[in-house]
């Protein structure tokens, strides 16, 4: 399994951001599909996650409202919309693959089996 994660920027405060996820070589159809981000200084947190089978979705309190997760099939792609962005938003953000997983997603990352590479975005004026 291979993943890509890019759309990361510089952006200002109260702007908007969309990252994609390209996802390729699962052999089945049961997996979630994550972001993470990481802040420097600071633990990985799981801010969305969404389900390949029933399409549920999960996102973490402090992004509830701001952002949405979406999924395009077609192109194996998922998307983190990113509205309303705050300066505490910046960190390194991270696509992972929770393999095997049916059903609702959860945002815990010790679940995830593969991770992308990050891209970063930074909430400066």
């Known amino acids: 399994v291979q993943l890509q994660a890019s759309g990361g920027g510089l952006v200002q405060p109260g702007g908007s951001l969309r990252l994609s996820c390209a996802a390729s070589?699962?052999?089945?159809?049961?997996?979630?599909i994550g972001w993470f981000r990481q802040a420097p200084g600071k633990e990985r947190e799981g801010v969305s996650c969404?389900?390949?089978?029933?399409?549920?979705?999960n996102y973490a309190d402090s992004v509830k409202g701001r952002f949405t997760i979406s999924r395009d099939n077609a192109k194996n792609t998922v998307y983190l919309q990113m509205n309303s962005l705050k300066p505490e938003d910046t960190a390194d953000y991270y696509c992972?693959?929770?393999?095997?997983?049916?059903?609702?997603?959860?945002?815990?990352?010790?679940?995830?089996?593969?991770w992308g590479q990050g891209t970063q975005v930074t909430v400066s004026s």
């Open positions: 070589g699962f052999t089945s159809d049961y997996y979630a």
């Open positions: 992972a693959t929770d393999v095997g997983r049916a059903g609702p997603c959860t945002n815990s990352g010790r679940y995830y089996d593969y």
């Open positions: 969404i389900s390949n089978t029933d399409g549920s979705t």
